[in-house]
């Protein structure tokens, strides 16, 4: 069973900055995909960013490429989430997801706001 638990959201003005973290536990296979979603009131659930485990060969969707930066620590089954020049446009609640499998965290309210 995978437990997915994240942190560090909160209220921040515009061209502020966070780190979410992501504690992850359970069988997790080292040759996993990790990944950042986000989901905005009334709007689907969309990507943010992904991490390869083995490689740390990272993607990131255009709207937050050159803002964001995702990163892990495998030995202690951490993801994280550097947001920096944050936008009105980046409020959301934050998830981690190891793609391929079910398991979603339960996420973590980020809010761009002044």
């Known amino acids: 069973q995978v437990q997915l638990v994240e942190s560090g959201g909160g209220l921040v003005q515009p061209g502020g900055s966070l780190r979410l973290s992501c504690a992850a536990s359970g069988s997790i296979s080292s040759n996993s995909i990790m990944a950042w979603f986000r989901q905005a009131p009334g709007k689907t659930r969309e990507w943010v960013a992904s991490?390869?485990?083995?490689?740390?060969?990272?993607n990131y969707a255009d709207s937050v490429k050159g803002r964001f930066t995702i990163s892990r620590d495998g030995a202690k089954n951490m993801l994280y989430l550097q947001m920096n020049s944050l936008k009105p446009e980046d409020t959301a609640v934050y998830y981690c997801k190891i793609l391929g499998t079910p398991h979603w965290g339960q996420g973590t309210q980020v809010t761009v706001s002044s």
């Open positions: 991490i390869y485990n083995i490689t740390g060969t990272t």
